[in-house]
């Protein structure tokens, strides 16, 4: 009989995050000066515990017990054999992926939002502030807080706040704060206002809220947390890739391809780091984030150094972006809509060692169907776009007649996207690809801004 799902045991979870700054030299991000940004100069964002992460080049890092022990009302994920869509694509290729929609808010955010909610815990924070898109990360953060008796005040795009209800419902049941942006608590979301009163907002804004928010609470007792981009985001997720290799291991199977979607390109990193770092040690394997075309921070972007926030707050990050004040096509999959990418993750690009994707969104949410009537679980709109990549390659697998091993990530389920779902049943999605007209602007935005280098890793 075929195996249909490998699993682990609670004793089998990695014990360490897997950290890519020990295998890859990145450029520093820098400060409004153009030095090199010092660890205090974060200290009134993140407490700095997690800023020694960030900052850390050690390979292995220890995951906590405290951490581990709320990890595991959803982990290990599964890795699964999507043997129903395999057959239904009619490829000799075998395909994996780890499900990772299990956990409470339905994603695989919360491998970092508990582990950030418990070391400012630690560090005697009370409160948190944090942005959101269409309410993922914001439902994974107040999931998060709650299990640490945290604090937490979440700024919403007003577009998703208006038009996603049932994520705010979320929030709420787990007793956190979320409200609308941009809004009139904050300079940033008011200067907005003043100029745009209709504005759908953006990530960038909400961030610029969240930020201010934080770091003007007089108790000091408040800190802000990030869902994506940043490397100690990345270290948090490659639990996801850790436990894929076991289990993986234990069917005696290797990927030749492994696939994840990428907005900020966490879930991506956390699947692909552990096999980065088997890449880097000279194994063969292809590796692809798949973005929108809608949002092509990787694939038409410059690498560039630029803020991750409307406002300018942030340091400057070497990455990817289309430009700090891009505003997005309005496509359902908003936790792929932001105008960066991780700095690891721009930086494997820029080498090579990793290749990047872009697909449209109606032959996402094709994909996205078919693994629904396939293997029955619903995708979150952002996992399709992992998905009409995997069927691309396993289509390229019977073109050649190859027996490809492909590993992607279901980053979560679209259990609260249904709505982007009838859409596309009722014709109502259509595709986007951003204008050519529109690289000269993002062009112009990045203009003043220093270049980072391009290094080689290995
Ligand atoms: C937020 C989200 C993403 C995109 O974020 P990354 O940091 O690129 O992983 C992808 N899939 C789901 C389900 C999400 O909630």
Known sequence: MEVRKILLTEDEMPRQWYNILADIKMNPPLGPDGNPIKPEDLAPVFPMNLIEQEMSSERWIDIPEEVLSVLKIWRPAPLVRALSFEKALDTPARIYFKNEGLSPPGSHKPNTAVPQAYYNKVFGIKKLTTETGAGQWGSALSFACSQFGLECKVFMVRISFDQKPYRKSLMATWGANCIASPSTLTKAGRDILESDPNTPG?????????????????????????????????LHQTIIGLEAKKQMEKIGEYPDIVIGCAGGGSNFAGLAYPYVCDKINGREIEIYPVEPTACPTLTRAPFAYDHGDSAKYTPLLPMHSLGHSFVPAPIHAGGLRYHGMAPTVSQLVSEGLIEAKAVNQLAAYKAGVLMARTEGIVPAPETNHALACVVDEAKKAKEEGKEKVILFNFSGHGLIDLGAYDKYFSGKLKDYELGKEEESKFEACLEDHPKPELLKSC
Request: glycine content about 6%; hydrophobic content about 45%; cysteine-free.
């Open 202 to 234: 953006s990530l960038a804004i909400a961030i610029s809220e969240a930020v201010e928010a934080a770091v003007t609470d007089e108790s000091g007792e408040t800190r802000y947390s990030l869902g994506s981009v940043l490397n100690h985001v990345m």
